[in-house]
T-cell receptor
Framework: GQQVMQIPQYQHVQEGEDFTTYCNSS?????IQWYKQRPGGHPVFLIQ?????EVKKQKRLTFQFGEAKKNSSLHITATQTTDVGTYFC??????????FGTGTRLTVIP | KAGVTQTPRYLIKTRGQQVTLSCSPI?????VSWYQQTPGQGLQFLFE???????NKGNFPGRFSGRQFSNSRSEMNVSTLELGDSALYLC???????????FGSGTRLTVV
């Protein structure tokens, strides 16, 4: 079955440091989505990437979709305490479901 | 506009009982998906409904079932509850199947 692996599982950074989480799929994806879940909350949609090699930015967040459409990354520049939470990638093959990655839990130390 | 509403927020059930969870999607969203979230297994896909039809089902036993009504509201049922069914059950809706889901706050089910 389809698997979406995410690394690292946990990341502790000092406030102001950068952070990156990586997502790898065993199969080619039609699109990849990123979600953020704050502690005690529910996942919130951040962005969707569709095109091979696509790069999108949202303020301090940069999202990339690999050329082979099997991997993706989320990079946060100069982390802030508001960035705390678990970041999930979710891959779709267009078969009407999303396979969520295992998530990266980010802790930001003030 | 109103978000995705899930009821109840918390539920405690005994092993062997059955439970029904409800999800009201955002108005205009016809796709409703259900996920189970546990610390050990992460977010696992249960099933998706679109216009009252189940489009896809995850790898869960037949004890887990769902349905969608003509107004897009969805229910999920779990029969013969087991301790391992304790989890946060999340419902997500989207206008287009597979894109940009909006999640509800979830129903936290505890089986004792």
């Amino acid at each position: 079955g389809q698997q979406v692996m995410q690394i690292p599982q946990y990341q502790h950074v000092q406030e102001g440091e950068d952070f990156t989480t990586y997502c790898n799929s065993s199969t080619t994806l039609s699109n990849i989505q990123w979600y953020k879940q704050r502690p005690g909350g529910h996942p919130v949609f951040l962005i969707q990437l569709v095109k091979s090699g696509e790069v999108k930015k949202q303020k301090r967040l940069t999202f990339q979709f690999g050329e082979a459409k099997k991997n993706s990354s989320l990079h946060i520049t100069a982390t802030q305490t508001t960035d705390v939470g678990t970041y999930f990638c979710a891959g779709s093959t267009g078969a009407n479901n999303l396979f969520f990655g295992t998530g990266t839990r980010l802790t930001v130390i003030p | 506009k109103a978000g995705v509403t899930q009821t109840p927020r918390y539920l405690i059930k005994t092993r062997g009982q059955q439970v029904t969870l409800s999800c009201s999607p955002i108005s205009g969203h016809r796709s409703v998906s259900w996920y189970q979230q546990t610390p050990g297994q992460g977010l696992q896909f249960l099933f998706e409904y679109f216009s009252e039809t189940q489009r896809n089902k995850g790898n869960f036993p037949g004890r887990f079932s769902g349905r969608q009504f003509s107004n897009s509201r969805s229910e999920m049922n779990v029969s013969t509850l087991e301790l391992g069914d304790s989890a946060l059950y999340l419902c997500a809706s989207s206008r287009v199947s597979g894109y940009g889901y909006t999640f509800g706050s979830g129903t936290r089910l505890t089986v004792v």
